[in-house]
């Protein structure tokens, strides 16, 4: 596939994932933070990894904010939405991207122990699953979304 670049607006919510990301590790959470834009490109939803606080393994970032993105939405269905994330989603997040029909994917960091766009699998370009294949964009201001977590994870140590 041919890659799609992050346009300039993309690169500057990737700076509010980051916030939100932010936010999470200071909570105590790994840091990872994802915001979703939508149809008229304003941004409807974040969220920011919560699996700690509220005792919930679903409660990845991806998943949080599309939670709320749909209730904002009042639809289960995020078509013409964009969600930015720090971290390459893993397979449960994948599966609610594809669930979500998010046309759009673009995140900072691969995962490279369970990343499920492109580095371990690619779920979200999987041709055999019956959703609509999103555009994937990775590596955006990856340098920053990794230093943030090998930062957390030097701390824990």
């Known amino acids: 596939m ?3 670049p992050p346009d300039a ?3 500057s919510l990737m700076g509010l994932a980051l916030d939100e990301a932010r ?3 200071a909570e105590g959470e790994i840091p990872v933070g994802a915001v979703i834009t939508g149809p008229e ?3 409807i939803a974040v969220g920011r990894n919560a699996r700690e606080a509220s005792h919930d393994p679903t409660g990845h970032a991806e998943v949080v904010a599309i939670r709320r993105a749909a209730e904002a939405l009042g639809d289960r269905v995020l078509g013409d939405c964009t969600l930015v994330v720090t971290l390459e989603p893993c397979a449960m997040c994948a ?3 594809l669930a979500a029909r998010l046309p759009r994917l673009v995140f900072g960091a691969w995962d490279e122990k369970a990343g499920a766009a492109g580095s371990v699998y690619d779920l979200l370009r999987d041709g055999r699953l019956p ?3 999103p555009e ?3 590596g955006v201001r ?3 979304c990794a230093e943030l977590l090998e930062a957390f994870f030097r701390a824990r140590r």
């Open 136 to 138: 994937v964009v990775g």
């Open 9 to 11: 607006r993309e690169l």
């Open 2 to 4: 041919t890659p799609v």
């Open 142 to 144: 990856a340098g920053e």
């Open 41 to 43: 490109g304003a941004v």
């Open 95 to 97: 599966g609610a991207i």
């Open 23 to 25: 936010r999470a590790g």
């Open 131 to 133: 959703h609509p294949v």
